[in-house]
């Protein structure tokens, strides 16, 4: 069992690349086109990495599963290897029929050919407006402009945006079997966000060597810490996915639960996914205001992620951020309706360090300083709900007038 002191031993392993992405790892090349499926700003991105990493992805719990979410799973069932991504926005290619699918297969087969893969080696993705179809000739000239060894990985985070306002990226390294080990990453996300995926999507790589059940097993643990605690708006699209390639070219003892140096690989992991879903949330359509909501005191790890998306999730909460507002009485309104058991006269808030509710009733506080604090464009809600030993983040934006102006107009 993994003590706290291994976990920050592993936490302090962890070295920050200033210019490091997702071609970061060895063996990894991306790269953006402007093809013609938007006005003017690129709109087709590409990844591709020299020998087929293995692969993990978790997808959107939307029902209406777009075309490019379905061919992507198809491709990693096969095999659990991948050895290139093609994905596009302004179009979501979703609720688009037997089209759609065949487009997104189009997309896939194109690409393998081009790179000489395999089909079945080839994820897709797409973003944008749904209930429209791909213009396949404008993507089909995208595909052919492909080029690996044309290294241009700022503008594979360039070509998969769509309302947000810059690019996410960023890359680690770590040290196991006395190898230098990177894990890079990507991600697009702006509206649409909800806590359970979002609309967004995230792509990360790896040069460890990993084993495909503990890859799997990690990224779907690291999601409900990170892609699953997140939230702009209340709504979750239907072409969300985050998808990682360990392509093993450092060759390292291939990685598992059981090597000595798992935790530090889970730990870098974590926090590539944690920064990015952050990136995410503080990109929010219209947002001015990072905010994070941790839960501590719960008795279990369900309660915590529970209650800290119920706070972060409240239209109310985020528009007193946005005004500065030191409104506890709405931050307190969406722990009680969070579903959660929980003892009221327990419960404690404050914001930053400025305590506002104390066993459940409020004390007293400056408003002008509590006012001065949520003006920062980073806002901490600490919610204590007891003396149990679970603790979660949820992390989310403010709600402001731009967003109703951005989406008013979405498609126009």
């Not at 590409?46 to 993990?56: F, K, N, Q």
């Not at 892609?227 to 209340?234: A, K, L, P, S, W």
Request: aromatic letters at 6%.
């Amino acid at each position: 069992m993994q003590t706290v002191k291994d976990k920050q031993a592993a936490s302090d392993a962890l070295i920050i690349l200033p210019e490091g992405d997702i071609a970061s790892p060895k063996g990894f090349t991306a790269g953006g086109v402007h093809c013609g499926i938007r006005k003017s700003k690129l709109d087709l991105g590409w990844l591709y990495s020299e020998v087929p990493a293995v692969a993990a992805g978790v997808y959107t719990l939307n029902l209406f599963q777009a075309a490019p979410l379905k061919v992507t799973q198809a491709s990693i069932a096969n095999d659990q290897l991948i050895q290139a991504l093609v994905v596009n926005s302004g179009v979501a290619n979703a609720c688009t029929g037997e089209q759609g699918l065949k487009d997104a297969y189009q997309m896939r087969d194109q690409l393998a050919s081009k790179l000489t893969v395999k089909p079945e080696h080839v994820a897709v993705a797409s973003t944008g407006v749904i209930g429209e179809l791909l213009p396949m000739t404008n993507v089909s000239k995208g595909i052919d402009m492909i080029n690996p060894s044309a290294q241009t990985s700022d503008q594979f985070e360039t070509a998969i945006l769509t309302t947000d306002t810059r690019e996410k990226g960023i890359a680690v390294q770590i040290t196991i079997d006395h190898k230098t080990i990177t894990i890079g990453g990507a991600a697009k996300g702006s509206g649409m966000i909800k806590p359970n995926m979002a609309t967004m999507l995230g792509f990360v790589t790896t040069d460890a060597a990993v084993e495909a059940t503990a890859l799997t097993d990690s990224l779907k643990s690291i999601t409900n810490d990170s892609f699953n605690m997140i939230t702009v708006d209340g709504d979750t699209s239907t072409n969300d996915m985050v998808l990682v390639l360990a392509n093993g070219m450092q060759e390292n003892n291939a990685l598992s639960k059981e090597h000595p140096e798992w935790e530090t690989f889970e730990t870098a992991l974590h926090y590539v996914c944690e920064y990015l879903a952050k990136e995410i949330a503080r990109d929010g359509e219209g947002a001015t205001k990072l905010i994070e909501v941790e839960v501590t005191g719960a008795d279990t790890k369900q309660t915590a992620r529970q209650i800290g998306k119920s706070v972060i999730s409240s239209n109310l909460v985020k528009t007193a951020i946005h005004g500065a507002d030191a409104n506890w009485g709405r931050i307190i309104t969406a722990v009680g309706y969070a579903g959660e058991a929980l003892d009221p006269d327990q419960v404690s808030v404050k914001l930053g360090d400025i305590l506002v509710v104390e066993n459940g009733v409020p004390v007293t506080f400056s408003e002008p300083e509590a006012k001065q604090y949520l003006e920062q464009s980073t806002v901490l809600i600490q919610v204590n709900v007891g003396k149990g030993p679970e603790q979660a983040t949820g992390y989310g934006c403010d709600l402001s007038y731009d967003y109703v102006r951005i989406n008013a107009s979405y498609r126009t």
